[in-house]
């Protein structure tokens, strides 16, 4: 096993970062060369890999394995400098990623100071930020003097989901690295034969999710997830009257409300008990000392603020779902030779197909892209989903 062996269908990028953490070991031993540069941006579409790439490339630059006085490449996957990486310990590598709607300038700030510091082990530096997407405009204008003037052994690695994601002035002082949306077949073979799924399972996984690694392996290992998403699918099927489009879109958004309840409970209960704990009021109900209350309204703020984005992500992921059987269904009636993401609904597939046209199809799969951008854009979640509804409805 090496670093890049979870990198499914990247086998180009691979190529490139395999040159490049070759070029920054030669560069280390003093030896000039232009095969590294100190500035990353990683993108690609969903479920692409994007921190999963920049993590190993990140654990190649940190490669200590004997071999490699022997002419091997970095990444061996087994040293000291590969795992404490990939294990997210290494003291010369911070992946930064955001539970909020935004990364700020404080935020940065804080990034570019940690930049700024000497290795502690001699080699690089490195900063993935996971959510490049999400810089406000002033931080990303703090970021940019950052990568403008970059202390010697500090290496950036921003994510986003596309070039056009990050502000001009910093994508243009980056190397790209492009990303694509990994074979179904590809992904299927990495569940099966990594985390030891069954084949049929790993295949429908693949296939449902359009070859989007994360979410493949929770369909495939959680019933409760292949549960949610069976009932999102229903939704084309309850658009007869407005009265029952109206109630699906309520149960869309009370069920992504609930997902991301569960997802963030545990976590912000753990939090607030660490935080009394922290104040010295451990016991239950006890009191907080006075001139904190701040610091928990801080905390509570925050925990807000998270719930939010993580609402907005199921939604989302809700919606994706939609937009794939609603393409199934125009792949259906143009008699595409296509494999279809929702092949154990042909039959729902080919009763919707029948009753409409392409034309009709394509208004469907834009209004739920239309839904996507207006809740990205802070519209009521409700009101949107209604809004996206009434649209399926009519074709």
Not at 47 to 65: I, Q
Not at 178 to 189: M, N
Not at 203 to 226: C, M
Not at 314 to 321: G, K
Request: hydrophobic share 45%; charged share 25%; with cysteine.
């Amino acid at each position: 096993m090496t670093v890049w062996d979870d990198l499914v269908g990247q086998d180009r990028v691979v190529g490139q970062l395999r040159a490049a953490a070759s070029a920054a070991r030669a560069a280390l031993a003093g030896e000039v060369s232009s095969g590294m540069t100190h500035a990353w941006l990683f993108t690609g579409p969903p479920g692409s890999g994007r921190s999963t790439t920049a993590r190993a490339f990140a654990a190649a630059l940190h490669c200590v394995s004997p071999d490699l006085a022997l002419g091997a490449e970095p990444g061996c996957g087994h040293c000291d400098g590969c795992h404490t990486t990939l294990a997210g310990t290494h003291a010369d590598v911070d992946v930064v990623g955001t539970e909020l709607l935004s990364i700020g300038v404080k935020e940065t700030r804080d990034l570019v100071r940690r930049a700024a510091m000497s290795p502690a082990g001699g080699r690089w530096q490195v900063i993935v930020l996971e959510d490049a997407d999400r810089l406000t405009e002033g931080a990303g204008n703090v970021l940019l003097k950052a990568i403008e003037e970059p202390a010697p052994r500090t290496v950036w690695m921003l994510c986003a989901p596309s070039v056009e994601d990050a502000l001009p002035t910093i994508r243009s002082r980056c190397r790209h690295i492009a990303l694509r949306t990994p074979p179904v077949g590809a992904v299927a073979d990495m569940l099966a034969r990594r985390d030891g799924i069954d084949p049929a399972m790993a295949a429908y996984a693949a296939r449902a999710t359009g070859g989007h690694i994360g979410r493949a392996r929770r369909l495939a290992t959680d019933e409760q997830t292949r549960q949610r998403r069976a009932d999102v699918l229903k939704l084309p099927l309850q658009l007869a009257e407005i009265g029952t489009a109206m109630a699906a879109a309520q149960r869309l958004v009370d069920a992504a409300a609930a997902d991301a309840k569960e997802v963030t409970a545990d976590l912000d209960a753990r939090e607030t008990e660490e935080l009394r704990n922290a104040l010295g009021a451990s016991t239950p109900g006890g009191r907080l000392p006075s001139g904190t209350a701040g610091v928990v309204k801080e905390l509570e703020n925050r925990q807000k603020k998270r719930a939010t984005r993580t609402q907005r992500d199921c939604l989302d992921l809700a919606l994706v779902d939609l937009a794939a059987f609603y393409r199934d269904v125009l792949a259906v009636q143009l008699g595409a030779p296509v494999p279809l993401d929702n092949e154990h609904m042909r039959p729902s597939l080919e009763g919707i197909a029948q009753a409409g046209t392409p034309e009709s199809t394509l208004r469907r799969i834009e209004a739920i892209l239309a839904c996507r951008r207006a809740i990205d854009a802070n519209v009521a979640p409700l009101l949107a989903v209604e809004a996206m509804a009434l649209t399926l409805r009519a074709g």
